[in-house]
């Protein structure tokens, strides 16, 4: 007789014979597995019901009817979601993490990029703004090319000498191939440099705002071709650049021809540049600018002192009487007295003359008193110059 304690056993092949389903191992389900914590199947327990809650673990969700799960006891199946170990920044998908990397790198080239234009810029303004006031001082525009194309040398080799930058390896086919870019650089500088001393610098970048025409009209002369869009985008520039120039207060031709063959000039050194540094793309930017500069000023200085170089001790003293005359007598006689001391000190140090102390001490009350009678005698002069004025 079967009774709810015994275990009951269940064939999972009904329908056959005991020998064959002796060959097969039968499934048993006993029905205590049903219910682990007594032995009343079915929920019939004579033990109270805080009891039988408090030999529950914690951990068991259980409850007294389960409708829904339909499965005896009220143990639910429902568990709690388990927690990938996963992090979250690997489990996006690969697209979403790679366009992130790329957001955060993006920013700092970001900034280090408008860093470096405004440096640019600011450079560009300065040398402008001093350019033209030393051309108003002392108009020798072939002299101020030629020394800024050296100080631009000196430093390359400064960087060179000191490896602050890579030199290149220098090879007869490497400088054959810069000999024409140097030379239109050369031609774009020194004509430049012309028109600054001739009309104002605005003028003269309204004026060099056009390469754009030029680099299109000598490389449509060289071979290239463009669609109609980009010819029909360059007169707008034609247009105002002749605008420009017939408005223009301080127009001179010379300075109106010297930013056109600017224009030219850089127009064809550019162009040039890559067609005949194509075999050298390990030389960079900056070594390549270098050795351009080097270049031009071998073109430059020669045809410098022949077109000018007469004037130039004329003109440096020009300058030093227009320097004198905007300086007041005072200003002068410091200058003067310091200018004393400085040759002194630098001949006893070349020529190691010995030196007292008692010489030094009267050398040193002799150049006061030059200074103070300096002084004394330029504020009578001023105070007769007063005099005269006032009657």
């Known amino acids: 007789m079967l009774t709810l304690n015994s275990a009951v056993t269940f064939s999972k092949y009904p329908n056959r014979t005991s020998s064959t389903s002796s060959s097969r191992t039968p499934l048993h389900f006993s029905f205590h597995s049903f219910n682990p914590f007594h032995s009343y199947p079915f929920r019939f327990s004579s033990t109270p019901i805080s009891q039988i809650l408090s030999t529950i673990p914690k951990s068991t969700n259980f409850r007294l009817f389960s409708p829904i799960h339909e499965l005896p006891f009220g143990f639910s199946p429902k568990r709690s979601k388990p927690t990938s170990p996963i992090p979250k920044a690997a489990s996006e998908p690969p697209q979403q993490a790679h366009s992130d990397d790329q957001t955060q790198s993006s920013k700092p080239q970001s900034l280090k990029l408008a860093m470096v ?45 000191f490896k602050l930058q890579h030199c290149p390896k220098i090879t007869k086919p490497f400088v054959v191939a810069l000999l024409g870019p140097a030379l239109f650089h050369t031609i774009g500088h020194i004509s430049a440099c012309v028109s600054f001393s001739k009309v104002a610098v605005s003028f003269t970048h309204v004026i060099k705002s056009s390469e754009p025409v030029f680099s299109v009209v000598f490389s449509s002369l060289l071979g290239d071709t463009y669609p109609l869009q980009v010819w029909l985008s360059v007169l707008p520039i034609v247009l105002g650049c002749s605008l420009a120039a017939i408005t223009e207060v301080s127009f001179n031709v010379q300075g109106l021809w010297g930013a056109l063959i600017s224009n030219v000039g850089f127009v064809l050194r550019n162009i040039y540049s890559k067609r005949s540094l194509q075999s050298f793309k390990e030389v960079n930017g900056l070594n390549l600018y270098g050795w351009i500069s080097i270049l031009s000023l071998l073109y430059l200085f020669p045809v410098a002192v022949f077109v000018e170089g007469s004037q130039w001790v004329g003109g440096y003293y020009k300058a030093i009487e227009a320097a004198l005359d905007n300086i007041s007598p005072l200003t002068f006689s410091v200058g003067n007295t310091m200018k004393r001391v400085v040759v002194i000190v630098s001949t006893v140090l070349v020529f190691r003359n010995p030196v007292r102390p008692l010489n030094a001490l009267g050398s040193g009350i002799a150049i ?24």
């Open 368 to 391: 006061i008193g030059t200074f103070l009678y300096s002084q004394v005698a330029s504020s009578k002069g001023g105070d007769k110059d007063g005099g005269e004025k006032k009657s």
């Open 117 to 161: 234009f405004g440096l640019w810029y600011f450079h560009n303004i300065v040398f402008n703004i001093y350019n033209k006031k030393v051309l108003n001082f002392f108009p020798f525009p072939w002299l101020l090319a030629s020394f800024q194309l050296f100080i631009g040398s000196l430093w390359m080799l400064f960087l060179w000498s």
